[in-house]
């Protein structure tokens, strides 16, 4: 059974950081990615790796401050977040990738930016 269960959110000022965790049990995707909504906002994609890492690819709201890497000894994805805005607020979610679709997701982490 796959699980992807995440970590990390939180309240944080403006300028703050926050690190979130993604720990991936069941198998092993070659894509991982994260995705966030925010109230009343469609999901949107936030940041993307491949197996290795070697290809890494984000938002450009997101692309000079946040940066996704995963260690696949801990099943491990994360996302390093700096310079947190407030339009930053939102319900941040886990992704796999099957193919070209994201199937599995996690529960999401809520992360809170104060202004």
């Known amino acids: 059974q796959v699980q992807l269960v995440e970590s990390g959110g939180g309240l944080v000022q403006a300028g703050g950081s926050l690190r979130l965790s993604c720990v991936v049990s069941g198998r092993t995707f070659y894509e991982m990615g994260w995705f966030r909504q925010a109230p009343g906002k469609e999901r949107e994609f936030v940041a993307a790796?491949?197996?290795?890492?070697?290809?890494?690819y984000s938002a450009d709201s997101v692309r000079d401050r946040f940066t996704i890497s995963r260690d696949n000894a801990k099943n491990t994805v994360y996302l390093q977040m700096n310079s947190l805005k407030p339009e930053d607020t939102a319900i941040y979610y886990c992704?796999?990738?099957?193919?070209?679709?994201?199937?599995?997701w996690g529960q999401g982490t809520q992360v809170t930016v104060s202004s």
């Open positions: 790796i491949n197996w290795s890492g070697g290809s890494r």
């Open positions: 992704g796999a990738s099957v193919g070209a679709r994201y199937n599995y």
